[in-house]
T-cell receptor, first 116, second 114 residues
Framework: DTAVSQTPKYLVTQMGNDKSIKCEQN?????MYWYKQDSKKFLKIMFS???????INETVPNRFSPKSPDKAHLNLHINSLELGDSAVYFC???????????????FGPGTRLLVL | AQKVTQAQTEISVVEKEDVTLDCVYE???????LFWYKQPPSGELVFLIR??????QNEISGRYSWNFQKSTSSFNFTITASQVVDSAVYFC???????????FGAGTRLAVHP
């Protein structure tokens, strides 16, 4: 009964490769996010999708392309991987209310990406 | 500008000590939300608490308590009678205005020694 799940948990790959990370939530939320945590533990938003529509794109290189096939899924595809892409990538989800009330974001377990 | 500052990079305590983790935030919005998340050594991010800007009541949950003070733009977190299992990195985060994202502080690494 995992709320937000990500696959794979670990990803080790060579520079220049293309890879994808998948995220699924079973909370019935309408908004999903990707955050990046660097080696110093700093967390920063990358993308946010609401009802499959991209609403935040935080100056992330074009090599990163999120895709949301439906409200419960948000995948992250990375082209031409670079050493600096090594990080932990967290998926999160929340329910955004029409009233404007902001709800809590719940995070997945993270995907540890190492680019060699 | 929106910003969260966690000035304490690392804190080391002995079990059963009380410890307070500081969080100072900046925002020009009148409506905002503050959060604390815990990241244990296993790496996941665990939600602890959320506070709205119009609710300054302090909260206690077991050994955890939170002190929200708008006058000083602070949202501090206290662990009473710390335990080894409390060892983790703790993040304070801000969500303000219509922005659909969390602004995280740099985190405070808490080490509780037996």
């Amino acid at each position: 009964d995992t709320a937000v799940s990500q696959t794979p948990k670990y990803l080790v790959t060579q520079m220049g490769n293309d890879k994808s990370i998948k995220c699924e939530q079973n909370l019935g939320h309408d908004t999903m996010y990707w955050y990046k945590q660097d080696s110093k533990k700093f967390l920063k938003i990358m993308f946010s999708y609401n009802n499959k529509e991209l609403i935040i794109n935080e100056t992330v290189p074009n090599r990163f392309s999120p895709k949301s096939p439906d409200k419960a899924h948000l995948n992250l595809h990375i082209n031409s991987l670079e050493l600096g892409d090594s990080a932990v990538y967290f998926c999160a989800s929340s329910q955004e209310r029409a009233s404007g009330w902001k709800e809590t974001q719940y995070f997945g377990p993270g995907t540890r990406l190492l680019v060699l | 500008a929106q910003k969260v500052t966690q000035a304490q990079t690392e804190i080391s305590v002995v079990e059963k000590e009380d410890v307070t983790l500081d969080c100072v935030y900046e925002t020009r919005d009148t409506t905002y939300y503050l959060f604390w998340y815990k990241q244990p050594p296993s790496g996941e991010l665990v939600f602890l608490i959320r506070r709205n800007s119009f609710d300054e009541q302090n909260e206690i949950s077991g050994r955890y308590s939170w002190n929200f003070q708008k006058s000083t733009s602070s949202f501090n977190f206290t662990i009473t009678a710390s335990q080894v299992v409390d060892s983790a990195v703790y993040f304070c985060a801000l969500r303000s205005g219509g922005y659909n994202k969390l602004i995280f502080g740099a985190g405070t690494r808490l080490a509780v020694h037996p």
